[in-house]
């Protein structure tokens, strides 16, 4: 790296422009990774509702035991940075550099943006729905959206706490529409947050397109789904540490970002329709069960155990159909479909 000693040259610094998190204030605080490296979550199942019979000892129906379906959570990204600040070179450049400023500017220009960025990547990838949609128009992209919140509607998650991601490019199809409320009064927090109006309940956050993830056009997310926790951040200047007549600074992160399984359908992402892996297509024959994606190439992954197949730990490769013994006691079977360079399909069933 070349190291520019100054002259004549102005003491002050011409910083780059840096933005704050887009993403931190809109995640789950719910879960703790402090002490651990991974959490396991648990959703509860609930019980089906049946008649009441007014003879025998079973008048609420057979009792049977509640299940449940874990999620593991483990972290996987373990970051770190370093660099020199030499006192001769510091003191001949007029003391430009600074470590503490030094440290600052790695922070906002390097730490968050990278946060963000993989956050709402991660969150496009595991979302609870991913629909391929056409490239939006000024004149299509509001009912595109609102059918979105048709679908958390349906969902049934809270209109509080939802927040709308959109690209740049988007955003200013989206501007160009009367139904799009633009909030004059914004707070100046908001405002660095890039919270820039609402549209059907939700905030509506600009992202940059560089920021945005590849073929997603917006994405959807309600604060309680999703997680992008950074366990470790740790940022260190060491002043004259042996060898070194100077700074050494040296920053890690350990985090990772997460959508919450019970939660799934809190997260839409709305994606380039070629981008998307179709559905598989479950087929029950002879006692026998067979998983077909009309994506070619695509891998199909399944679960029967109820769990989501999306993120389950107990998910298997599928490879020929499975037979009668195999689904033993089996009630359902769950599949989805992945492939490299494309979005995974949603979650097929089939109830047996």
Known sequence: MAVNLATKYSAEVAERFSKASLTENFISKDFNFNGVRGITVYSVDTAPLGNYTRSGTN??????????????LVMSQ????????????????????????????????????????????????????????????KDTIVDLIMQLTA???????????????????????????????TQDKLSEDALARGVVGSIDGMKVVKVPASWMPQYVRWLAIHQSAVLGT????????????????????EGRLLHDAFVLAAKANGVYAAVDSTKVCSTP??????GSVSMMSTTNEAQIYYTLDGSD??????????????NSTQLSGVTLVR?????AGMFNSGAGQLIL
């Open 335 to 339: 599949a989805y479909a992945e492939k």
């Open 230 to 249: 950074a366990k470790l951040q740790d940022y260190k200047i060491h002043t004259d540490p042996p060898g070194i007549n100077g700074n050494l600074v």
């Open 59 to 72: 008048r609420y129906g057979t009792p049977g035991s509640l299940s449940d379906t874990t999620q593991e």
């Open 281 to 286: 297509i479950l087929t029950l024959t002879s």
């Open 78 to 137: 373990d970051k770190a940075f370093t660099y020199i600040i030499d006192k001769g070179d510091d003191n001949e450049q007029m003391n430009v550099k600074g470590a503490a400023k030094s440290l600052k500017r790695e922070i906002d220009e390097v730490i968050s943006p990278y946060l963000d960025q993989y956050r709402l990547k991660m969150w496009a990838e595991k979302a609870g729905r991913i629909i391929g949609t056409a490239a939006p128009t």
């Open 151 to 181: 679908a958390l509607d349906d969902a049934l998650v809270p209109e509080v706490g939802r927040t709308l991601f959109i690209s740049s490019a988007n955003y200013r199809l989206l501007k160009q529409s009367p139904e799009f409320i």
């Open 309 to 322: 197949p999306r993120y389950s730990d107990t998910k298997a490769l599928y490879a020929t159909a499975l």
